[in-house]
């Protein structure tokens, strides 16, 4: 379950609360105040605290990312308009997270609740600007995708559609099975597809067959039809044996996948569209492919200092700007 979203956001908003909190203690005019005219938040025997000394710790420690967070909020807003893509797609994450609590036998409410959102609609907002975020992440991106990137992703990911008829047969594992108990289920799926080919070979009808052999229910009753196969739709031993067939021929040996085992019959190869009328989508799919292999973040936050750049970005503050380029900095070695 996918907590960590609700914790990290969470974090954001407590800090965001407690910031918000300082700037307002420094402008009560009811808080006491000591001789050079700073307010007192706090005292004890020979100690007053100020709002100054306060703010000054706070803003070391959560100053620059609140501020960068803010910064990038703008940024968001002033490029992504779509408000109703953002909504759409908040709606859809909180459903998932509905669903998954309740699987699990837990109060949604209440996580939000101990996570500090007062309502459901925080909670959306929240989403909303990290979507949008994200958005502006992909569009700077996609800027920067090369020419040869385009061509290399075209060669290499892009494929020939298939037309296939397939037959799989799933090993009957138990729950709770010994090792030696899945290896007997295996080997019994692999001698059953081993026996289809081999009424394939006497003269057998594939399409019958499937009907009444087949594992993959969605297909079976269409003769296990599956048209429009494509190298990054589908597991890359399943595409290659069918690539490698000629039209109006079956694989001679089961194909094994994660799936089970199967039996593949190539109906009809298409060809390859052309790279004009796909570049748009290569280049979605390499910026999305580039968005998901960021486990730490790098990428992310170099882009989004060079967006910040384009804004001309002038952070004032010297403690806060020293703190913010050291940061950038440390991730660009």
Request: glycine share 6%.
């Amino acid at each position: 379950m996918k907590k960590t979203y609700l914790k990290g956001d969470i974090m954001k908003k407590k800090i965001l609360g407690i910031m918000c909190a300082m700037v307002l203690m420094t402008g009560c005019s009811k808080s006491p105040k000591i001789s050079n005219g700073e307010e007192v938040v706090a005292s004890l025997d020979g100690k007053d605290f100020t709002a100054n000394e306060l703010y000054d710790t706070m803003k070391g420690q959560y100053g620059t990312s609140i501020l960068i967070d803010m910064i990038d909020s703008y940024i968001a807003e002033k490029e992504i308009t779509d408000v109703d893509a953002a909504s759409v797609y908040a709606d859809s994450v909180i459903s998932q997270y509905k669903l998954q609590y309740k699987q699990y036998g837990m109060d949604f409410n209440e996580a939000l609740a101990s996570s500090g959102f007062a309502s459901e609609a925080d909670f959306k907002k929240v989403i909303m600007a990290d979507h949008n975020k994200n958005e502006v992440l992909k569009n700077y991106l996609k800027k920067e995708v090369t020419d040869k990137e385009i061509e290399n992703y075209y060669k290499d990911e892009i494929s020939e559609p298939l037309d296939v008829k397939h037959i799989l047969v799933i090993p009957d594992v138990k729950e709770g099975a010994t090792d030696d108990e899945k290896k007997e289920a295996e080997n019994k799926a692999l001698e059953e597809a081993k026996s289809l080919i081999k009424k394939l070979d006497e003269g057998a009808n594939f399409d019958d067959l499937a009907k009444e052999n087949s594992d993959d229910t969605a297909t079976a009753q269409n003769g296990g039809a599956i048209n429009n196969v494509t190298k990054d739709g589908y597991v890359a031993e399943f595409y290659n044996a069918a690539y490698k067939l000629e039209e109006g021929k079956y694989t001679a040996e089961p194909v094994k996948s994660e799936y089970g085992y199967h039996i593949i019959y190539l109906v009809k190869k298409g060809e390859k569209e052309s790279l004009e009328n796909l570049k748009d989508v290569i280049i979605n799919s390499i910026v999305d492919k580039k968005v998901e292999n960021d486990s730490d973040g790098s990428l992310k936050n170099v882009s989004w200092d060079k967006i910040r750049s384009n804004y001309k970005m002038n952070i004032v503050d010297t403690k806060i700007k020293g703190i913010y380029e050291a940061s950038i900095s440390n991730i660009s070695k």
